[in-house]
């Protein structure tokens, strides 16, 4: 699976959009993006994930750029319950492989 | 919304004690995963199923057993616990992928 970094922490005021980036550089053909988050002692809640085209669902969009080599997941209208740890996963499409959870980032949403 | 449900959200166990963690999923999934995630060493697959009474194994099944006789429930077995076993562990479930995983809560298994 292809690398990812990520800023380790980022604020963001409450109301506002939160815009957590993810650079993927190796990332090759037939590898998607995910996006999870990790409240404190809880599972991770899997957020949204693509391949090539910008998508969007009820929690939040995922724009990757035309090279495929950095991600970008917003969350529109951040709350206090959006605070967490936000990890970038990039995997093939296939069973049994490690989830590559990276120290990801944690996001601190401010009243 | 998929609901993945394991049976302890905190368990205490004495070493040599035969572990058992159990895992229900509501969405008819074919798949489901066993991973431990430890602080600096992110989550890890023990074992994975993609069908009733199929197992495969996963980077780290050693000292651990599984079992899938129903499709919503998957079962992880400490054969005999050890302190090195102390960690949390989450199960999984999906649909083929491409289609994410979806976790439960986790257990948090302390081995004493």
């Known amino acids: 699976d292809a690398k990812t970094t990520q800023p380790p922490s980022m604020d963001c005021a409450e109301g506002r959009a939160a815009n957590l980036p993810c650079n993927h550089s190796?990332?090759?053909?037939?590898?998607?993006v995910y996006w999870y988050r990790q409240i404190h002692s809880q599972g991770p809640q899997y957020i949204i994930h693509g391949l090539k085209n910008n998508e969007t669902n009820e929690m939040a969009s995922l724009i990757i750029t035309e090279d495929r080599k950095s991600s970008t997941l917003i969350l529109p209208h951040a709350t206090l319950r959006d605070t967490a740890v936000y990890y970038c996963?990039?995997?093939?499409?296939?069973?049994?492989?490690?989830?590559?959870f990276g120290p990801g980032t944690r996001l601190s949403v401010l009243p | 919304d998929v609901k993945v449900t394991q049976s302890s959200r905190y368990l205490v166990k004495r070493t040599g004690e035969k572990v058992f963690l159990e895992c229900v999923q509501d969405m008819d999934h074919e798949n489901m995963f066993w991973y431990r995630q430890d602080p600096g060493l992110g989550l890890r697959l023990i074992y994975f199923?993609?069908?009733?009474?199929?197992?495969e194994k996963g980077d780290i099944p050693e000292g651990y057993s599984v079992s899938r006789e129903k499709k919503e429930r998957f079962s992880l077995i400490l054969e005999s616990a050890s302190t090195n076993q102390t960690s949390m562990y989450l199960c999984?479930?999906?649909?083929?992928?491409?289609?994410?995983?979806?976790f439960g809560d986790g257990t948090r298994l302390s081995i004493l």
């Open positions: 996963i990039v995997r093939v499409d296939n069973y049994g492989q490690n989830f590559v």
């Open positions: 190796t990332i090759s053909g037939n590898e998607y």
């Open positions: 999984a479930s999906s649909l083929k992928p491409p289609l994410p995983q979806h």
């Open positions: 199923s993609y069908d009733v009474k199929m197992k």
